[in-house]
């Protein structure tokens, strides 16, 4: 207990380059022999920490507590976050009174991550040797444009299992925390996703207990898990400590990483021990040394299942009140696992926590309604306009630049536009004038969806959904809300609004199904015959007077230069005209 409490004493600022102080990231691991030097253990102690922390927590684990974005260990944080296939996630907020529905969010102070590294492919593991990492995360002092990309990737990257004990709560008030434009939202989702709480329920364990004390599911709590799996108690004294109070006491952080990473070791302890008592339970004398390793692989314990299940059916571990059934562990064992089609090859899950997060893996929003919210409809009535409409709102709806494309951001001056199924007429307008603009396939899509296919591609979303808006999914200079109805009227709207200007050469340059350029070369009718899709007819005007045939280089589809292509020229070459005109008086 006394060589715990050398590393729970405040942290002096670190001194950073000349004169300037700053806060940096204190690393727990080096503070031992620094924090026996300068502050001698007093013998009298009060209130000693509990010893059952530095069973799970060691000097030979690193912990790293973060609060500044320009140290070390927050670079270090970074590439973490890139080689983890496990991480243990938790926060802690300052206690709230009230609890009424409706009520504000409370602030997240302090993201804790428990991170378990791959192998290079040197056969090492993590930093320096190490496999196991925890970061304690000061959001009151990292501003959200630091860390959103690598953990927005990190959180929905299918080959990192995130664990998690009731963390739904813990997301939506993240998300909440961080609402606007510099986080991205990076707390909207988090998949794969496995609740330690449903998996030591679903493996079984622990049953015969609650049954006995008369517990309800709802009622466990990590710190009973803890006590059940690993004889460990868990003290739970700083849950509701002030935890947006700083400087953090090192008590504070010891116990946020505690909470954090004993999630892995519960995680390990409990799929061990399915496969152990599984073993042991039936007495398997004929299992190949191949297959007595807790992580063994599928493969090699298929054929010995079916080969026992007979002849043991009468064994403890068979029977349901203690839900290790032999039906249960084939159905893991069996479970759909996909090695190399849907994970890449260098970065995947190993096997055994691939069928876990295959058989109970699920995907939590940073949301009360889960990511669907159900409207309600209303009858329909005849109102005025509503012209009272506060600045506030007309400010989050409304654009504001530049533009993704923007050289000063870094783009390449190209503009692109992605258009939802409200517009879906302008989509082809804007193509009909060469601007690359594309479009969902579906009617039916999650705005989500919308918004990271802005974000990855640097377009800007146009839509006339005033509710997605607010919501404020997607940054301002991501989104323009269209107010004209007629697509012609939304066209000249958009042009106007990025001060865009029309290339003649550039008009009708574009397939209007699929946003593809076309073939540099016409075809001429016979070629046009020739490479002509199953699905489409060229009529028989168009051949007997041979006109030009143009194709799509995407989805190959064939047009020709008749009598609505030359309508289309003129009044788009009106349209570029008139805009010139403007922009010259301007």
């Not at 007595?292 to 599928?298: D, E, I, K, L, M």
């Not at 295959?358 to 990511?371: A, L, T, V």
């Not at 301002?476 to 109805?485: E, G, H, K, P, T």
Request: proline share 6%; net charge neutral; glycine share 6%.
């Amino acid at each position: 207990v006394i060589s715990w409490v050398g590393v729970a004493r405040s942290v002096c600022p670190v001194t950073r380059g000349g004169d300037e102080q700053q806060r940096g990231s204190i690393l727990l691991e080096n503070q031992w022999q620094m924090e026996e030097e300068h502050h001698p253990i007093e013998p009298q102690i009060t209130q000693p920490i509990e010893p059952q922390i530095p069973q799970i927590l060691t000097r030979s684990h690193r912990i790293c507590f973060l609060d500044s974005h320009q140290s070390e260990e927050f670079c270090l944080f970074l590439s973490t976050l890139e080689r983890s296939y496990l991480v243990g996630l938790d926060a802690e907020w300052k206690p709230v009174s009230s609890r009424r529905p409706g009520a504000a969010y409370p602030r997240v102070s302090i993201l804790q991550i428990a991170c378990r590294l791959r192998e290079d492919s040197s056969g090492i593991a993590g930093v320096g040797g190490r496999d196991e990492l925890v970061f304690v995360l000061d959001l009151l002092s990292l501003p959200a444009w630091a860390f959103w990309k690598a953990m927005k990737t990190m959180l929905v990257s299918p080959t990192v299992l995130k664990l998690g004990f009731k963390f739904k709560q813990d997301l939506v008030n993240l998300a909440a925390s961080f609402p606007g434009p510099d986080a991205h939202s990076c707390f909207a989702k988090v998949e794969p996703y496995v609740d330690i709480g449903k998996l030591y329920r679903e493996l079984g364990c622990g049953i015969s207990c609650l049954d006995d004390v008369g517990m309800a599911w709802e009622s466990l709590s990590l710190a009973s898990i803890s006590e059940d799996v690993l004889g460990i108690h868990l003290c739970k004294d700083l849950q509701c400590s002030d935890w947006e109070l700083r400087p953090l006491s090192p008590k504070q952080v010891a116990y946020a990483a505690t909470d954090a990473y004993c999630l892995l070791v519960i995680y390990d302890t409990l799929v061990n021990k399915v496969f152990d008592e599984f073993h042991r339970g039936l007495e398997m004398p004929d299992i190949p040394e191949c297959c007595q390793s807790a992580r063994v692989g599928v493969a090699e314990l298929l054929p010995i299942i079916h080969e026992l299940t007979e002849s043991h059916a009468s064994s403890s571990i068979l029977r349901s009140k203690h839900g290790v059934a032999v039906s249960m562990i084939k159905s893991v064992l069996e479970g759909k696992i996909i090695v190399t089609s849907k994970f890449p090859t260098v970065n995947k899950l190993p096997n055994t926590d691939l069928t876990i997060a295959e058989r109970f893996g699920e995907k939590i929003y940073g949301s009360r309604d889960g990511g669907c919210r159900a409207v309600k409809k209303k009858p329909k009535t005849r109102r005025g306009r509503n012209t009272g409409r506060c600045k506030a709102e007309q400010e989050v709806i409304g654009w504001c630049g530049p533009p993704p494309w923007d050289p000063s951001l870094g783009g390449d001056g190209v503009p692109k536009f992605l258009c939802d199924v409200m517009v879906g007429g302008l989509a082809k307008q804007l193509r009909n004038v060469g601007i690359d603009t594309a479009s969902p396939h579906v009617h039916k899509i999650d705005p989500r969806t919308l918004v990271e296919q802005t974000e990855r591609e640097g377009r800007v979303l146009l839509t006339r959904d005033i509710k997605l808006l607010r919501c404020r999914f997607v940054p301002r200079n991501f989104a323009y809300r269209v107010r004209s109805l007629a697509k012609q009227d939304q066209l000249t709207e958009v042009l106007q609004a990025f001060n865009l200007t029309i290339a003649e050469d550039q008009l009708l340059s574009r397939c209007t199904k699929c946003n593809g350029e076309f073939i540099p070369e016409p075809l001429t009718p016979e070629e046009a015959i020739a490479a002509v899709p199953e699905r489409q007819e060229l009529p028989d005007y168009a051949l007997r007077e041979r006109l030009i045939f143009w194709q799509c280089s995407v989805c190959q589809h064939i047009y020709w230069q008749g009598n609505q292509f030359h309508r289309a020229m003129k009044t788009f070459q009106a349209l570029a005209r008139k805009l010139q005109v403007q922009t010259m008086s301007q």
